[in-house]
């Protein structure tokens, strides 16, 4: 399979704790996504990555929530001090794009969801 | 700011009969408008999207959109619905992204329920 894979699928946690979800795209696209979906909602744009650079980060939800693409490939998203609102589905997606882009196709992993007691 | 908007939470209709999932949107300059259906307990799968060029888009699974400038609107429209087809979709807009503002918005999510 050479989507956008997700790990893991499922976590629980308790309040407090700190998670981390990784986030493999597609091997030739430059750009990685990663969003938020709660219930009954579409996803909510957290940040986005063009190759290793954060090109943008100030719709991360909370300082809680931290992302990196060290080289430029895998993703992980970093939640510190989880609280139970953090419960939710968390999306990656990754594309293609140019620098005056925004066209190209974004295509989305399976998510994890997240679960905090 | 840009926005989306899917006035209905749920359609349901009969197996054979056409579908149409509506879909507003609000930009200040020129959209990109997409669709997206999600199956349960899985990701989005991309359906179509309109960039430039002529109105009506073709996409997977015979599914279609009209991009109307004037009523500033997407619909997803088949012709002949499938039960296979029940599932959330999702209307999302980008505009024109700059280097460092890449964010696309979507809408709330329509349910559509093909009964047989």
């Known amino acids: 399979d050479t989507g956008v894979s997700q790990d893991p699928r499922h976590k629980i946690t308790k309040r407090g704790q700190n998670v981390t979800f990784r986030c493999d795209p597609i091997?030739?696209?430059?750009?990685l996504y990663w969003y938020r979906q709660t219930l009954g909602q579409g996803p909510e744009f957290l940040t986005y990555f063009q190759n290793e650079a954060q090109l943008e980060k100030s719709r991360l939800l909370s300082d809680r929530f931290s992302a990196e693409r060290p080289k430029g490939s895998f993703s992980t998203l970093e939640i510190q001090r989880t609280e139970q609102g953090d419960s939710a589905m968390y999306l990656c997606?990754?594309?293609?794009?140019?620098?005056?882009?925004?066209?190209?196709?974004?295509?989305f992993g399976p998510g994890t969801r997240l679960l905090v007691l | 700011a840009q926005s989306v908007a899917q006035p209905e939470d749920q359609v349901n209709v009969a197996e054979g009969n056409p579908l149409t999932v509506k879909c507003t949107y609000s930009?200040?300059?020129?959209?990109?408008l997409f669709w997206y259906v999600q199956y349960p307990n899985r990701g989005l799968q991309f359906l179509l999207k309109y960039i430039t060029g002529d109105n009506l888009v073709k996409g997977s699974y015979g599914f279609e959109a009209e991009f109307n400038k004037s009523q500033t609107s997407f619909h997803l429209k088949k012709p002949s619905a499938l039960v296979s087809d029940s599932a959330l979709y999702f209307c999302?807009?980008?505009?024109?992204?700059?280097?460092?503002?890449?964010?696309?918005?979507f809408g709330a999510g329509t349910r559509l329920t093909v009964k047989p």
């Open positions: 091997s030739e696209h430059n750009r």
């Open positions: 999302a807009v980008r505009v024109t992204a700059r280097y460092n503002n890449n964010d696309m918005r």
């Open positions: 997606a990754s594309s293609w794009g140019l620098l005056a882009g925004g066209e190209e196709t974004q295509y």
């Open positions: 930009v200040s300059g020129n959209p990109y």
